[in-house]
């Protein structure tokens, strides 16, 4: 019994490491679509149709064990040290950059549908990653 609480004392700080899960990206879309144009919502609906941001929010995640999305591993967090500033390229993770990327990706309009769906889906989870914990630093 005595290590059973010692195992747990140990193990439930630790779940607060993960970040906010499923739920928090979820949350974030349904968030976000408060403060969508309605120009943008119609954009949208015809990339994804009915679904809203919030179904789409953990696909970034769910990919990553996708053998063919390895390269996108670095793409959920950006480490930038203390006492400096962003400067792209310079520092770990490429969260800011893919965001730019994909905001270009959905401005292009010769970018294909399935292209600016890969770009939304990315840019939704993004935006959530770098406001939670461990995902910037």
């Known amino acids: 019994m005595k290590y059973i609480f010692i195992l747990l004392l140990f193990l439930i700080p630790t779940q ?25 919502k119609t ?3 015809k990339l994804i149709g009915h679904h809203d ?12 064990s996708d053998p063919e999305w390895d ?37 292009n309009k010769k970018t294909s549908k399935e292209d600016k769906i890969i770009a939304l889906k990315f840019l939704v989870h993004l935006i959530g990653d770098l406001h939670q914990p461990l995902h910037v630093g």
């Open 16 to 40: 607060l490491l993960f970040g906010w899960g499923k739920t928090g990206h979820r949350i974030v879309g349904k968030i976000a679509e408060t403060y969508l144009t309605k120009n943008a």
């Open 43 to 45: 954009q949208i609906k």
């Open 53 to 64: 941001l919030s179904r789409i929010s953990n696909w970034s995640d769910e990919i990553k």
């Open 71 to 107: 390269h996108a591993w670095d793409w959920h967090y950006c480490t930038i040290p203390d006492n400096e500033d962003y400067e792209k390229n310079k520092h770990k993770g490429l969260a800011v950059e893919k965001i730019y990327d994909f905001i270009e990706i959905l401005k």
